[in-house]
T-cell receptor, first 112, second 115 residues
């Protein structure tokens, strides 16, 4: 499975945008980029996913580089509730299982 | 609330014992996944079931086993427990058996402490 690299931690101020980077230089053409997050004392939750084009949903935006070797999760206005560990995960289209392979993720701190 | 339920929330037991963790998936979801989260190993995939059949195995020890029942709930059995088995165990469910766009919904987890 292709590997992702994320910074261990980031800080943000409340109500400011946050850009969480992810490098995936060995991504293949059919790998989807997923983001999950894990709030303190909770199970992971789905945030967003994409293949080539930028994606938006009610939680966040996903910006994917043209060469697909990196992507950025964008939280437009961080709130205290967004403090969590954010995981960038690649998923193979042709894989025979739906398992998620989690890395270390980025711990986001949001300051009031 | 993800719609996935797990029981019990907390479990404290002794080394050498056996425990069973239970998971009820979201209504309509056929796939159930089990993950283990420990401080040193992070979140690791253990095993997947789809509609009652085992579909994939990850880093699951031989002392651990799982099954999915006809009503689609799943149980993870951990036996001959060791101190190192202390961890959070998460269950997740999804609609599909596989695929790169299928979303997984996670339960709140069971915290296992082995003394």
């Amino acid at each position: 499975d292709a590997k992702t690299t994320q910074p261990n931690s980031m800080e943000s101020n409340e109500e400011e945008p946050v850009h969480l980077p992810c490098n995936h230089s060995t991504i293949s053409g059919t790998d989807y980029i997923h983001w999950y997050r894990q709030l303190p004392s909770q199970g992971p939750e789905y945030v967003i996913h994409g293949l080539t084009s930028n994606v938006n949903n009610r939680m966040a935006s996903l910006a994917i580089a043209e060469d697909r070797k990196s992507s950025t999760l964008i939280l437009h206005r961080a709130t205290l509730r967004d403090a969590a560990v954010y995981y960038c995960i690649l998923r193979v289209w042709a894989g025979n299982t739906g398992k998620l392979i989690f890395g270390q993720g980025t711990t986001l701190q949001v300051k009031p | 609330d993800s719609g996935v339920t797990q029981t019990p929330k907390h479990l404290i037991t002794a080394t050498g014992q056996r425990v069973t963790l239970r998971c009820s998936p979201r209504s309509g979801d056929l796939s159930v996944y089990w993950y283990q989260q420990s401080l040193d190993q992070g979140l690791q995939f253990l095993i997947q079931y789809y509609n009652g059949e085992e579909r994939a195995k990850g880093n699951i020890l031989e002392r651990f086993s799982a099954q999915q029942f006809p009503d689609l709930h799943s149980e993870l059995n951990l036996s001959s427990l060791e101190l190192g088995d202390s961890a959070l165990y998460f269950c997740a469910s999804s609609v599909a058996q596989r695929g790169a766009t299928d979303t997984q919904y996670f339960g709140p987890g069971t915290r296992l402490t082995v003394l």
